[in-house]
C-alpha cells in the first residue's frame, strides 16, 4: 500500500465495487524496479495490446491510479492497481506486465 490510500478505496469501493457479485480483488503496485516503462503512452498501449485494460462489466483490469511520472529519457514511475477475480487471473496479469516491461523501453 502506498499514500495514496483515498484513491485506492474510491477504485476498490466505487469503480471495482469489490463487495458485489461475483466478488474482485484489488491490489496496488508501484510499477517494478526491474521494469522499464518509458512513458504513459507505453505503458497504456502494452495494457491495451495485452488485454489488461479495465473493463466495467467484468470489473477486472488495470488502472492507473497514480499520475505516470517521468523519471529520466527511457524510464517511468507510477502506481497501478489490478481487479482481478480469481487469484490465477491476478497472477497472470502480472506476469504479462513483468515479461512485457522486465528490462525493456
Known sequence: MSGSLHIYQVIAHRIVDTAAAP?????????????????A????????ELGYGYDPVTRTGVIVSMPIIPVGAESAHFL???AYGEEAEHQAIWDGLDSRFRGHT
Not at 491490489?27 to 516503462?37: D, F, K, L, R, S
Open 23 to 39: 466478488r474482485r480483488s484489488v491490489v496496488e503496485y508501484h510499477t517494478a524496479p526491474t521494469w522499464a516503462v518509458s512513458d
Open 80 to 82: 497501478f492497481c489490478v
Open 41 to 48: 503512452d507505453t505503458f497504456l498501449k502494452a495494457v491495451d
